[in-house]
């Protein structure tokens, strides 16, 4: 019921910066865009997805990783569906696939798991 497309990935050297957008489509009888808390994960050549940061269904509560922390931000605007990751200071350990993702309201958002609807993904690459 939910499709969610990424964007803005590319190539980049260390230090510069990238905003990835993930728009949202799709709803159900009692379900919309700004029902769901939304995710970003990173995959890397030959790793895990690993989780990077998150916000809730309500927009009041945002979570990232150690590593990304200080580094990316996260936020939502339910007026056009779409949640961003804002990435500067980029490092060469940041390259990766990055994926979104979206979840029904409440959960352990640092865990991939339990989110409901996953993005196809879009590629960063940090250059030295």
């Known amino acids: 019921q939910v499709q969610l497309v990424e964007s803005g990935g590319g190539l980049v050297q260390g230090g510069g910066s990238l905003r990835l957008s993930c728009a949202a489509s799709g709803r159900t009888f009692s379900r919309t865009f700004s029902d769901y808390s939304m995710g970003w994960f990173r995959q890397a050549a030959g790793k895990e997805r690993e989780f990077v940061a998150a916000i809730s269904w309500s927009g009041g509560n945002t979570y990232y990783a150690d590593s990304v922390k200080g580094r990316f931000t996260i936020t939502r605007d339910n007026a056009k569906n779409t949640v961003y990751l804002q990435m500067n200071s980029l490092k060469s350990e940041d390259t990766a696939v990055y994926y979104c993702?979206?979840?029904?309201?409440?959960?352990?958002?640092?865990?991939?798991?339990?989110?409901?609807?996953w993005g196809q993904g879009t590629q960063v690459t940090v250059s030295s």
């Open positions: 993702a979206a979840e029904y309201r409440n959960g352990n958002l640092m865990s991939p798991d339990r989110y409901d609807y």
